[in-house]
């Protein structure tokens, strides 16, 4: 066993995890979480600055020159209604951490507390990014990013707590994308409104927007490399009111994900000409608002198997597995326009262990054995990369 795992602050880790859960604060707002992260790194020795009002970055130099690599924990809570039954849920109404973030929050503070206490021995600087706002678009990545603040990283390493996957097992996409990019748009269509006996004299947004949405199945078909992913999905289309009535407006709403930038902007384009032109064609006019999120993350194949060897270094094999692509996005993808960076899922534990609702579930819960084996895992790593 490493000399160091017994210096992990256990029983520490989890009354912050407690804490950071009652008191959930929401994206952008996250006052008091980040006086306390701040206030917890400098206990430490670490020292800190504020990138943006709510996020934190502390830096760890070691005694020794030697490359940089920067440790990300997110910290916002969702606005929505905790319905656990845990001793130390949520205080605030209609604010919960039910994407874990807490949880992140407190793994990376340990993480910090055992570095920081292996100063001496240190090749090179840590850097840890306590980061607000990852829920909500465009996210707090983004910001510190374009402060400049990180540049002269070299890596980047961050995890995400998931239920449904085994306590404290490390899951990593070993190269290329660990999660979509979620983009979307909102359509207004505005025909013009007549009697359903005389079509001739209305312009019908039930057809333009029908014919929309056909041709929109050809984008991926049609456009997209085969084999590579990437989704259309109109998840909503309204109009009408009655079977006589040729309504003046159509709406509808769709979902786009893709893993790779350039198909996600030829897809944007195409999308566009497609409204624009059919509109045209019927003489509608429209609204169209198109959203890009956050983009994909993109797994780096060198710090990924870091990662992966180190995991199983202090884990063992057969609590480390490759991952699937996730459906789901994250504001960590930003982070490689600073260095190359491996995103992780830790197991919060499996429906049979208790832990079976996903995360943004209000009934969302994970085991706290998980949260050392995340720290295990993250000064693993970082010895490993400084070495
Ligand atoms: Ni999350």
């Known amino acids: 066993m490493k000399s160091w795992i017994k210096d992990i602050p256990v029983e520490e880790m989890i009354a912050w ?54 440790l990300r924990a997110d910290m916002d809570a969702l606005p929505m209604q905790e319905e656990s039954t845990l001793p130390f849920a949520s205080e605030v109404k209609g604010v919960a951490h039910t994407c874990g ?7 990376l503070l340990a993480t910090a507390q055992v570095l920081a206490g292996m100063k001496d021995s240190l090749n090179g600087t840590v850097k840890f990014i306590f980061q607000h706002a990852e829920e909500l678009n465009p996210g707090g990545a983004k910001e510190i990013v374009e402060t400049g603040l990180l540049n002269g990283v070299d890596a980047v390493i961050g995890l995400h707590i998931m239920p449904n996957l085994k306590t404290g097992s490390i899951h ?16 207004h269509i505005q025909g013009k409104g007549s009697h359903g006996s005389m079509p001739q004299n209305g312009i019908d947004p039930i057809i333009v927007g029908t014919q929309i949405v056909n041709q929109m ?19 909503e289309f309204k109009s009408g009111d009655a079977p006589n009535i ?46 890009f999120s956050y983009p994909a993350v993109i797994n780096d194949k060198n710090i990924s198997s870091l990662v ?19 459906s789901g996005s994250e504001d960590f993808a930003y982070y490689r326009q600073v260095a190359p ?13 208790g832990c079976g609702f996903a995360n943004h579930h209000p009934n969302f819960t994970v085991k706290e054995e998980a949260f050392v084996e995340g720290v295990k895992t993250e000064v693993q790593t970082v010895l490993n990369f400084l070495k």
């Open 246 to 291: 040729i309504p003046d407006k159509a709406f509808m709403s769709a979902s786009i994900r893709t893993v790779n930038e350039e198909t996600r902007q030829k897809i944007a384009a195409r999308i566009k000409e497609i409204i624009d032109n059919t509109c045209q064609t019927y003489g509608a006019t429209y609204d169209l608002d198109y959203i």
């Open 308 to 326: 992966i060897d180190s995991a199983k270094e202090v884990l063992g094999d057969d609590m480390v597995f490759e991952a699937a692509i996730s």
């Open 101 to 107: 973030h807490d949880t992140h929050t407190a793994i």
């Open 217 to 235: 199945q050809t984008v991926v078909s049609r456009y997209v490399t085969p084999g590579e992913l990437a989704v259309v999905s109109v998840g």
């Open 17 to 70: 995890r407690h804490h950071f859960h009652q008191h959930p604060e929401l994206s952008f707002k996250e006052y008091e979480t980040a006086k306390f992260v701040e206030e917890k790194l400098q206990s430490f020795g670490i020292e800190t600055i504020r990138p943006t009002e709510t996020s934190v970055l502390g830096t760890l130099k070691g005694n020794k020159e030697g490359k940089t690599i920067l």
């Open 341 to 353: 960076i491996c995103f992780m899922w830790l197991g919060g534990g499996t429906a049979e262990e």
């Open 172 to 187: 990593v996409m070993p190269e290329g994308p660990a999660t979509t990019s979620a983009d979307g748009f909102y359509l």
